[in-house]
């Protein structure tokens, strides 16, 4: 990544990120920071992302996962917060589901991944590792992860949508 294209992606991405973050941190300062935060961390890890092709996308799950870590720390509860960004993402426009029936759902979920799928999701998502810890401990490929990952993500989000959740 050159000076230019880091430029760019600032100027063009920075608001729509800020507004994005602030889905999930509801805290203006703190939305401006995760953001800022993870143009730092792209600018120093610039020379390890040159097989990044959709940086919008990139941008927008960097944001995400940072303002899960942030709230992560914040709370120390780690299913507390599991449970907040669910809702968030699920509840569009949606009712909200009482705690305890939405855990039902996801815990049904959970159950009908296949092995490989629940342990890359468990790791990555309760653990809080990364893609390469996950490779790492399985002994698998990251691009296995990721695949695993969109897997296990489908497979929870058709589960979810035959109790009508979207």
């Known amino acids: 990544m050159n000076d230019q294209l880091f430029e760019s992606l600032f100027k063009t991405y920075h608001h729509e990120l800020g507004k994005y ?3 999930y941190m509801r805290c203006t300062e703190s939305s401006s920071d995760v953001v800022q935060n993870v143009f730092i961390r792209i600018w120093d890890k610039r020379d390890d992302l040159k097989d990044v092709t959709n ?12 303002c899960i870590d942030v709230l992560r720390k914040r709370t120390n509860d780690i299913e507390l917060v599991d449970d907040l960004m669910i809702e968030q993402d699920i509840n569009q426009g949606a ?4 705690t305890g029936e939405l855990e039902n759902y ?12 629940y342990a890359v999701f468990s790791l990555r998502r309760f653990e809080g590792l990364s893609t390469k810890q996950v490779a790492e401990e399985l002994n698998i490929s990251a691009k296995t992860v990721e695949n695993q990952l969109t897997i296990a ?14």
């Open 21 to 23: 973050a602030m889905k």
């Open 55 to 66: 940086w919008k996308s990139y941008l927008f799950f960097s944001v995400r996962n940072a």
């Open 95 to 98: 009712s909200f589901l009482e």
């Open 106 to 117: 996801i815990e049904q979920a959970l159950k009908t991944l296949p092995k490989q799928c």
């Open 153 to 166: 993500l489908k497979k929870i989000k058709e589960h979810l949508a035959q109790f009508g959740l979207p």
